[in-house]
């Protein structure tokens, strides 16, 4: 399964689970300016750009493919618990801001990890089953 198939299959797995809420959260680069022209060559759309911008979309270096929350209930009071989930196949590895992402959202009481198959998904949101308080 390539890196697209399997976030998409975590998205649609986690999100039939009750309690829990997940979104795709995408990042790149696009582009901005008042268009001066457009055609079609070939089937291939080009444009051209007068003051082009480039625009940086996403939350940022480190941050997991996807972002949402698991809902848990502390007493009568019910909140939500961050959670993020990346998807990764075959020799692909976290990257240290991705690490480093992983380690401050445990520290803070979310879950967060990578996933190589969606049979690991229930496990991770079953990681910490009593909401914790962060320690300094």
């Known amino acids: 399964m390539n890196h ?4 998409n299959s975590i998205l649609i797995e986690a999100n039939k689970l009750p ?7 995408p990042t790149g680069l696009a582009w901005n300016g008042t268009v001066v ?6 089937g291939k ?3 051209i750009l007068e003051n082009p911008r480039p625009v940086k979309y996403g939350m940022g270096k480190g941050i997991l493919d ?12 019910t909140v939500p618990r961050f959670i993020a989930f990346d998807a990764k196949t075959s020799k692909d590895r976290l990257s240290a801001e991705q690490k480093n992402f992983i380690k401050m959202v445990s520290k803070y009481g979310g879950i967060a990890d990578e996933i190589r198959h969606t049979g690991e ?3 991770r949101l079953s990681q910490g089953l009593r ?3 962060r320690k300094e």
């Open 4 to 7: 697209a198939n399997l976030k």
């Open 19 to 25: 309690g829990i809420k997940l979104w795709p959260n």
């Open 37 to 42: 022209r457009e055609w079609t060559d070939r």
């Open 45 to 47: 759309k080009y444009l």
């Open 66 to 77: 996807t972002v949402g929350f698991k809902v848990e209930n502390i007493g009568r009071t």
């Open 121 to 123: 998904i229930q496990e």
């Open 131 to 133: 909401f914790h308080t």
